[in-house]
């Protein structure tokens, strides 16, 4: 079940539009709360971050770029045969002042869906993303402006904020 995707609030153009938005934004903010104790807690302290979502906060995700994302295959054995996948994002921030830098450990699955993309602009803004806890794993999903939408499910999910220098 998702709460905040566009899928879940569609358009936002009526009074009622925005009431049922916020209500969907309280449901996923109690949601979080009762997961709290499933979840590990790098990743509930990122859903949960008081940051996370503001939008007049630097370290926001929303409106951020994509600036790399890479998939590896760490492997160990005497052969590497005992594969993981392991992903990372790193994100341009959409005050252009720094970068955050999501990991993705003990990835169980993903599907990253791209749209049609310009040359000049990527995938597009961050729109969204949301956070949810099955029973075994943490899942991230995350709608962009080129209508690219990308789903990791994964054991944890780390991020560090690196401010850029002048």
Excluded at 32 to 42: A, D, I, T
Excluded at 70 to 88: C, F, L, N
Excluded at 112 to 120: D, E, I, N
Aim: aromatic residues 12%; negative net charge.
């Amino acid at each position: 079940m998702a709460y905040i995707l566009e899928a879940d609030i569609g358009e936002l153009i009526t009074p009622e539009d925005f009431e049922r938005q916020k209500h969907k934004w309280q449901q996923y903010l109690q949601y979080l709360e009762s997961v709290r104790h499933q979840m590990p807690k790098s990743a509930h302290e990122f859903a949960s971050a008081s940051w996370h979502y503001d939008t007049a906060d630097s370290r926001s995700l929303h409106d951020s770029w994509v600036d790399s994302l890479v998939i590896r295959e760490p492997s160990k054995g005497t052969r590497h045969e005992i594969r993981s996948v392991e992903i990372e994002v790193r994100l341009f921030g959409p005050y252009h002042n720094g970068n955050t830098t999501l990991r993705y450990e003990g990835v169980h699955a993903y599907s990253l869906q791209g749209a049609v993309f310009h040359t000049r602009d990527g995938h597009g803004d961050w729109l969204c993303d949301e956070i949810r806890f099955t029973e075994h794993h943490v899942v991230h999903e995350v709608e962009f402006e080129s209508d690219a939408r990308w789903t990791i499910e994964c054991q944890d999910i780390t991020w560090t904020w690196q401010p850029l220098s002048n």
